[in-house]
């Protein structure tokens, strides 16, 4: 079974930055995409960010490029986001997802099959 755990979340200061962590546990992940999403109150998950851990390509919402980077630590099995010059509207729950394999449809929540519990940045103005 394949747990997700987030941790780095919190509140922050508008142009501040946070650094979100995602430890995968259960299996091997050389395979797996790893994505970040987030969802804010009466809003659809959005993507942010996804990593192939088998060669490190990564995929960014150009809503945040720039602002946010992925990166990965496969000796950890760790997947980082970086997130600079937070603005308010950045202040969502944050997920981290996994999928075996990359997809061309990596920006949909929906080909994503193991979620953490996710971790809650709210940044003030």
């Known amino acids: 079974q394949v747990q997700l755990v987030e941790s780095g979340g919190g509140l922050v200061q508008a142009g501040g930055s946070l650094r979100l962590s995602c430890a995968a546990s259960?299996?091997?992940?050389?395979?797996?995409?790893m994505g970040w999403f987030r969802q804010a109150p009466g809003k659809e998950r959005e993507f942010q960010a996804a990593i192939s851990l088998s060669d490190g390509s990564t995929y960014t919402a150009d809503s945040v490029k720039g602002r946010f980077t992925i990166s990965r630590d496969n000796a950890k099995n760790t997947v980082y986001l970086q997130m600079n010059s937070l603005k308010p509207e950045d202040t969502a729950v944050y997920y981290c997802?996994?999928?075996?394999?990359?997809?061309?449809?990596?920006?949909?929540?929906?080909?994503?099959?193991?979620w953490g519990q996710g971790t809650q940045v709210t940044v003030s103005s």
């Open positions: 997802a996994a999928r075996r394999g990359y997809s061309p449809q990596y920006r949909d929540p929906q080909r994503y099959a193991y």
């Open positions: 259960g299996r091997t992940f050389s395979s797996y995409v």
